[in-house]
C-alpha cells in the first residue's frame, strides 16, 4: 500500500518499481525453510518396499552397464539453496549459475547433471586509481571456496550484493561504497519465444555496468573472469590431456573482437559415463575503450600468478600462445581480464560471454541403422567441434537484439499491475526448465551438411521470417525435455499434458512437432518383455495402439527406443491417447495449422479406439481398473472415475468439434462421438456427482476413499475451456467444484499456504490413501488456478497458485529447482520437475477470462490462436495459417515420417 501511495505521489516510482520485479535476494539472505526429502508413512512405505528392492536390483544392473537408471531415487542430489537463472538457449545444453554468482549446475551432455560450484569460475573486480590497485576482492558473497584458492581475497561483503532473476535474465548488483564504484552484472541467455534459430544457442552474455559515484573521483575498472576446463567433475584434475587455447575473433562492425580463450575438455577413459569431449570459451569484448588480456593456463590448485599480476598491473600477462596439454595431476584454468577508464559521475560498461560445443550427441543403445544426431545450433555453426569463437563472436555481438526481444516479449506481463508481483515473477522464472530439463533439439547429421548463416530480426523488432521455421518445413527437428532430473524420461505424455502449455503457447512449432512424434508412435509395437517395478509381472514394451508414456531415456536411444517408464505396463493406462488427442487439438489451436489438424485426425480416430474399448458397460464412461492406471501412479482408482472420466469426455467432445471442422468434414465420425459423449455426460454426473458436497467423487469403487475430493478432478474441463470449447459439465456445477476444492484442498490445507493438495476428504483430513493423494504437485497446483481463471475465481485462483510460488521460492529456496511435489511440511519429491511449467497455462487462461469479460472468449477454431501464437508478442508469424506445415525427417523407427502430408496410418 506504501508503494503504490508513493507511486500516485510520484509517477516516476512505478518504472522503479517495475524494474524490481523477479525473484530477488541479498547476499546474506537464509530461507526460513530447511529442504528435505520427503517419505512416505511406515504403512505407504511398507507396501513399497516390493517395488523399491526391483527398483534397487534394476539401478544396480544399469550401472553394471555404465548406464544411469531411468529413475533413481537413491542418487538423487543432495538438496541445495542456491540455485539460480542457468545459462544457455534451448537444447545444447546449459550452465547453471547460482543467485551468489557461482557456477554451480552443469548440464551439458542430455539427461547428465553435475553439482559442483567450482572455486575458479568466478568473476574478479579490480580497482585502480592512479596507477595504484586500491581495492580486488573476488565477486562472490561466501568464502566456501578460500581453502583452494586462498591466494584470492574472498570477503566481499555479502550484505553489499543483490541479485535478481527474472529467466531468461539476472541481474546481479555489487556496491563498494568506500571507493564510490557500483557493479551490476546484467546475465542474458539467447531464449526468445517464436525464435527457433537464436533461442539454439548454447550461450550467455555478462553485461558489466560500471557506475562511479560523482565524489570519489575517476577510476580504473578491470573486470578478470577465469573459468576451469571441466565441469566439476573429477576428470578435470585426472584426466591428462585437457587443453586451452586464445582465440581473437572478429566482431561483425569489423572494429571490435571476441578475445578470450578456449578450453578443450578431453573425455576420461575410466570412466564410461563421464562427458565426452567438449569445449567450453570465454571472452570479452575487446574495443577502443576497453582493453582484454588473457592468461591461457593456470592451476586451480594455486591462482597466485593470476591474481599478483591482475593486481600489479591492472591486467593479465596477455600471451598468444597454446597452453600444454594438462598432465592429469591438476585441473587447468584459463583468464580473461577486461578494462577500462570510468570517469567520476559517469558510468561504462564491459561485456563478457560464455559458450560451449559439444556438436553431437550419442546414446547408449543407439541402433546401428538410426541418425546420428547433432544439434540443433550446428545447422548454423557447423558440427565439427570449432564453433567456440564464432559463438562467442556472436553472443558479444547479438546480446543486445537478445535483450530487447525478451523486454519486447515480457514487457505486456511486467506492466501490467493487476497481476500479483509474485505471479509476475513465477511466470518467466518456471520456464527455465524448458533449457535445464536435459533438453534435446536435434537434427539427423545429413540434414546439416551446409551451415546456414544465423540471422535476427530486424532492427524494428519485426520478424523478417529467418526466424520462422514455417520458411522451412524440414527445420524444426526433434525436440525433447526431460519429465525431471531424477525421472529421466523424455517427453512423458501425461506430464506434459500440463507442462507443454508453455512450449505451445511460446514456441507452438516445436510443440506441435512433439505431437507429431507422438502420432508416429501409435501403430509401433514392440513385444519385448520387461518386468514391471510395481507389480513384478512382465508386459510388452509397447503395446499398438497405445501411446507410449515417453519417447525414451538418455540412457537408451530416445525416438528409437519407446516407453523407458516402466513402474506399470502404461497399455493399460486411462489418460495417455485421450490426453494426446485433447494436446493435439491445442496444438492446431496454438499454430493455426489446418495440416496439422488434417494429418493427425486418423490418429486420433485410432487413438480413440483403446479408451473407447475400456468402456466395459457401454454407458459412455471408461472405467479404470483397480490400480495406478494414469499419471497418480501410486493411487489406485477403480470404476468410472472423476479424473480419467472427465479426460474421455473432454477426448470425445474434442473429437466431435474436429469432425465437424471443414478440413475433416466427417459428419458420421461426429454423430459417433456425440451420441458417446450425450451417454457419457449423464453417466458421469450420475455415478460420481455428490450433490451434498458439490463435487465428483475420486472414483465409484465405494471404498474408503472413493468420495475423496481430488483437486485435479476438472482437468478434462481445463483443457475444454482453453481451447474455447463447451464443457461436459455445468457451468454452475463446474464452479461449485471448484469453490469447494478451494475451501477444502487448498484452505483447509497448511491454512492455503501450501497450494492445493490432492486428496482431502470430505471431513476435512488429508485423504492417506497414497503417498501421492497427501502430496502437493505444483503443476497441478498451476492448473487448477487455470481453471479457476476460466471459471471468473480470480481471487481463489491467485491465492491458490500462490502458495507454490512461496514455498518453492521464498520458503524453502527450491527455486529453479521446483520440485515435482512436496508435502505440507514442505518436503519435497523429486527436484527440478516438467509439471510447473503449467503456470503459462495460467496466462491463457488470464487471457481467456479477460476475451470472456469483454464477450470475446476464446480461443476457438475460428481464431488464429489469439490467446496462443500471438499473445502479448509482436514477433509472431501473423500468417501462421498458411505457412508451409512441419514435416518430419525420415530414419526407420518412425512410420509416419515418410508418409506425405494428409496420409492415413496403416
Same mark, same amino acid.
Given at each position: 500500500?506504501?508503494?503504490?501511495q508513493?507511486q ?21 539472505h ?10 512416505? /508413512? ?5 507396501r513399497?518396499?516390493p517395488?523399491?528392492y ?7 544392473h ?22 539460480g537463472?542457468p ?9 547453471g549459475?547460482?543467485?551468489?554468482g ?12 553435475t ?15 592512479n *596507477? ?18 586462498r591466494?584470492?581475497?574472498w570477503?566481499f ?5 543483490h ?10 548488483t ?6 564510490g ?17 537464436? =533461442? ?33 567433475? $573429477?576428470?578435470?584434475?585426472?584426466t ?9 575473433? $572478429? ?20 570412466d564410461?559415463? /563421464? ?7 570465454i ?20 591462482g ?15 600471451h ?33 560471454t ?6 553431437r ?8 541403422d ?15 567441434a ?12 547479438d ?28 511466470l ?7 533449457a ?5 533439439w ?12 544465423l ?16 520458411s522451412?518445413?524440414?527445420?524444426? *527437428? ?14 512423458t505424455?501425461?506430464?506434459?499434458f ?22 508416429s508412435t ?14 513384478g509381472c512382465?508386459? $510388452?514394451?509397447?503395446?499398438a ?18 516407453n ?11 489418460d ?24 493427425l ?13 475400456q468402456?466395459?458397460?457401454? #454407458? ?8 495406478? #492406471?494414469?499419471?497418480? #501412479?501410486?493411487?489406485?482408482v477403480?470404476g ?62 465405494g471404498?474408503?476413499?472413493?468420495d475423496?475430493i ?59 490413501a497414497s503417498?501421492? =493423494?497427501v ?7 498451476y492448473?487448477?488456478?487455470a481453471?479457476?481463471?476460466?471459471e471468473?475465481?480470480e ?13 518453492c ?24 520437475y ?31 490462436g ?14 501462421? =495459417? ?6 518430419l ?18
Amino acid at each position: 500500500q506504501q508503494q503504490q501511495q508513493q507511486q500516485q505521489n510520484d509517477g516516476s516510482a512505478a518504472p522503479r518499481r517495475r524494474q524490481a520485479l523477479g525473484w530477488c535476494v541479498d547476499g546474506d539472505h537464509t530461507f526460513t525453510g530447511t529442504p528435505r526429502e520427503a517419505r512416505p /508413512s511406515l504403512w505407504v512405505t511398507v507396501r513399497l518396499l516390493p517395488m523399491a528392492y526391483r527398483l534397487w536390483r534394476h539401478i544396480s544392473h544399469e550401472r553394471s552397464e555404465g548406464r544411469d537408471g531411468v529413475i533413481d531415487p537413491f542418487s538423487a542430489a543432495a538438496p541445495t539453496q542456491v540455485s539460480g537463472v542457468p545459462l544457455g538457449g534451448l537444447g545444447g545444453g546449459t550452465v547453471g549459475r547460482g543467485w551468489k554468482g557461482d557456477f554451480n549446475r552443469w548440464a551439458i551432455m542430455p539427461g547428465k547433471y553435475t553439482y559442483a560450484s567450482v572455486a575458479a569460475d568466478q568473476f574478479t573486480v579490480c580497482l585502480r586509481r592512479n *596507477g595504484v590497485t586500491v581495492y580486488q576482492k573476488v565477486l562472490f558473497p561466501g568464502n566456501e571456496h578460500a581453502n583452494q584458492l586462498r591466494a584470492w581475497d574472498w570477503t566481499f561483503p555479502p550484505e553489499h550484493y543483490h541479485y535478481r532473476a527474472l529467466y531468461p535474465q539476472a541481474w546481479s548488483t555489487y556496491d563498494i561504497p568506500e571507493h564510490g564504484v557500483t557493479l551490476i552484472c546484467h546475465q542474458i541467455s539467447p531464449v526468445i519465444p517464436h525464435d527457433y534459430r537464436t =533461442s539454439s544457442l548454447p550461450a550467455g552474455a555478462f553485461v558489466w555496468t560500471v557506475q562511479s559515484a560523482p565524489d570519489h573521483g575517476d577510476v580504473e575498472v578491470t573486470i578478470m573472469m577465469t573459468f576451469q576446463n571441466g565441469c566439476g567433475q $573429477p576428470n578435470d584434475a585426472d584426466t591428462p590431456g585437457h587443453l586451452n587455447t586464445v582465440f581473437r575473433e $572478429p566482431c561483425r562492425d569489423g572494429m571490435s573482437s571476441a578475445a578470450g580463450v578456449v578450453l578443450k575438455h578431453a573425455p576420461s577413459l575410466a570412466d564410461k559415463r /563421464s562427458l565426452p569431449g567438449y569445449s567450453m570459451a570465454i571472452a570479452a569484448k575487446e574495443t577502443d575503450a576497453v582493453t582484454v588480456t588473457r592468461t591461457c593456463t593456470f592451476r586451480t590448485d594455486s591462482g597466485t600468478g593470476v591474481w599478483e599480476h591482475l593486481r600489479s598491473h591492472g591486467e593479465l600477462a596477455d600471451h598468444d600462445e597454446e597452453s600444454a596439454p594438462s598432465n592429469g595431476q591438476c585441473a587447468i584454468a584459463a583468464a580473461v581480464a577486461a578494462g577500462r577508464y570510468v570517469r567520476s559521475g559517469t558510468e561504462g560498461t564491459i561485456e563478457f560471454t560464455l559458450v560451449w560445443d559439444m556438436p553431437r550427441v550419442t546414446f547408449p543403445l543407439d541402433k546401428e541403422d538410426g541418425p546420428k544426431w547433432v544439434r540443433r545450433y550446428c545447422r548454423f555453426f557447423g558440427k565439427n567441434a570449432t564453433a567456440c569463437p564464432s559463438l562467442a563472436a556472436t553472443a558479444l555481438d547479438d546480446w543486445p537484439a537478445w535483450a530487447a526481444s525478451i523486454n519486447e516479449w515480457q514487457a505486456p506481463v511486467l506492466t501490467d499491475d493487476g497481476l500479483p508481483a509474485w505471479y509476475r515473477s513465477a511466470l518467466f522464472n518456471e520456464l527455465y526448465f524448458l533449457a535445464d530439463g536435459g533438453t534435446l533439439w536435434l537434427h539427423p547429421e545429413e540434414s546439416c551438411e551446409d551451415v546456414e548463416p544465423l540471422q535476427l530480426p530486424n532492427q524494428d523488432g519485426q520478424d523478417d521470417g529467418s526466424a520462422c521455421p514455417d520458411s522451412y518445413p524440414d527445420d524444426t *527437428g526433434y525436440f525433447a525435455y526431460l519429465e525431471g532430473h531424477v525421472y529421466r524420461m523424455y517427453n512423458t505424455l501425461d506430464v506434459a499434458f500440463y507442462a507443454s502449455f508453455a512450449l505451445a503457447t511460446l514456441w507452438p512449432r516445436l510443440q506441435a512437432s512433439v505431437t507429431e512424434h507422438f502420432a508416429s508412435t501409435l501403430t509401433l509395437d514392440d513385444p519385448s518383455v520387461r518386468k514391471t517395478l510395481m507389480s513384478g509381472c512382465g508386459a $510388452p514394451r509397447k503395446t499398438a495402439g497405445c501411446l507410449p508414456h515417453d519417447i525414451g531415456s538418455p540412457d537408451e536411444a530416445p525416438w528409437q527406443m519407446l516407453n523407458s517408464y516402466h513402474l506399470h505396463d502404461t497399455a493399460d493406462w486411462k489418460d495417455l491417447n485421450t490426453k494426446f488427442v485433447l494436446q493435439v487439438y491445442r496444438d492446431f489451436i496454438a499454430t493455426s495449422d489446418q495440416h496439422l489438424l488434417e494429418r493427425l485426425w486418423p490418429v486420433c480416430c485410432a487413438a480413440m479406439e483403446r479408451p473407447l474399448a475400456q468402456d466395459q458397460d457401454g #454407458d459412455g464412461l471408461l472405467e479404470n481398473s483397480d490400480f495406478a #492406471d494414469q499419471t497418480y #501412479d501410486a493411487w489406485t482408482v477403480s470404476g468410472p472415475s472423476a479424473y480419467c472420466g472427465g479426460l474421455f469426455l473432454a477426448a470425445l467432445q474434442v473429437m466431435t468439434t474436429m469432425a465437424e471442422h471443414p478440413a475433416i468434414n466427417d459428419q458420421a465420425a461426429s454423430r459417433k462421438y456425440s451420441d458417446i459423449l450425450s451417454r457419457g455426460k449423464e453417466a458421469y454426473v450420475a455415478k460420481l456427482w455428490n450433490e451434498r458436497g458439490g463435487y465428483f467423487n475420486y472414483d465409484s469403487s465405494g471404498s474408503g476413499h472413493s468420495d475423496s475430493i481430488q483437486a485435479d478432478q476438472l482437468a478434462g474441463h481445463w483443457y475444454l475451456l482453453s481451447c474455447g470449447l463447451p464443457s461436459y459439465i455445468a457451468p454452475d456445477m463446474a464452479k461449485r467444484v471448484l469453490n469447494t476444492v478451494f475451501e477444502f484442498n487448498v484452505m483447509q490445507f497448511a491454512k492455503g499456504r501450501r497450494g492445493a493438495v490432492n486428496g482431502m476428504k470430505p471431513s476435512g483430513e488429508v485423504d492417506d490413501a497414497s503417498m501421492m =493423494s497427501v502430496e502437493v504437485w505444483t503443476g497441478v497446483t498451476y492448473a487448477l488456478a487455470a481453471t479457476m481463471l476460466l471459471e471468473g475465481l480470480e481471487p481463489q485462483a491467485f491465492i491458490t497458485a500462490q502458495g507454490i510460488y512461496d514455498t518453492c521460492y521464498n520458503e524453502f529456496g527450491y527455486g529453479f529447482n521446483t520440485p515435482e511435489a512436496f508435502l505440507q511440511d514442505g518436503a519435497y519429491r523429486s527436484l527440478g520437475y516438467m509439471r510447473p511449467l503449467a503456470i503459462w497455462a495460467m496466462e491463457v487462461g488470464h487471457l481467456g477470462a479477460t476475451h470472456r469479460n469483454k464477450g470475446t472468449f476464446g480461443p476457438t477454431i475460428e481464431t488464429k490462436g489469439t490467446l496462443w501464437a500471438n499473445h502479448r508478442n509482436k514477433r509472431c508469424c501473423p500468417e501462421a =495459417s498458411t505457412c508451409c506445415p512441419l514435416t518430419l525427417p525420415d530414419f526407420p523407427s518412425l512410420q509416419w515420417a515418410r508418409r506425405k502430408r494428409g496420409s492415413a496410418p496403416s
